[in-house]
């Protein structure tokens, strides 16, 4: 299979000859083989697993996305994603990284409030106006 994992700005991982992907969604793990129906799936934070001839066995940690299949084709598109075949180090760069992650998200979500509310005040002063 060719396996392609997108991030919103770039690719992060581009392989050829995966033997097999391991990936979670809300109702479990479930594998996909080459010869496997064509599906789509929507995946949650976790671990991807791929394993390809070469490398052996890999693990990508993965934040929400969205999973297709299309022949032997599979397009993984997610969030953010950190790369390792070490589960123990690949925690500590998922805490690391995610962590950074939620603490801009709650910057961004705190200048968004205040920028919204000072353009719902100054509409209520121009409306009184």
């Not at 962590?99 to 509409?123: A, F, W």
């Amino acid at each position: 299979m060719q396996l392609k994992v997108l991030l919103p700005f770039q690719i992060f991982a581009e392989k050829s000859s995966v033997s097999r992907i391991v990936a979670e969604t809300r109702e479990g793990s479930f594998g996909l083989l080459p010869h496997r129906l064509d599906c789509v799936a929507a995946l949650v934070p976790g671990i991807l697993i791929f394993e390809t001839e070469a490398e052996g066995e890999v693990c990508v940690a993965v934040d929400q996305g969205v999973l297709v299949k299309t022949g032997l084709d599979v397009v993984v598109s997610v969030r953010n994603a950190v790369g390792g075949t070490d589960l123990g180090q690949l925690r500590e760069k998922v805490e690391a990284e995610f962590l950074t992650l939620d603490e801009r998200e709650q910057n961004v979500r705190s200048v968004t409030t205040k920028l919204e509310s000072g353009l719902i005040r100054r509409l209520a002063e121009f409306q009184h106006e």
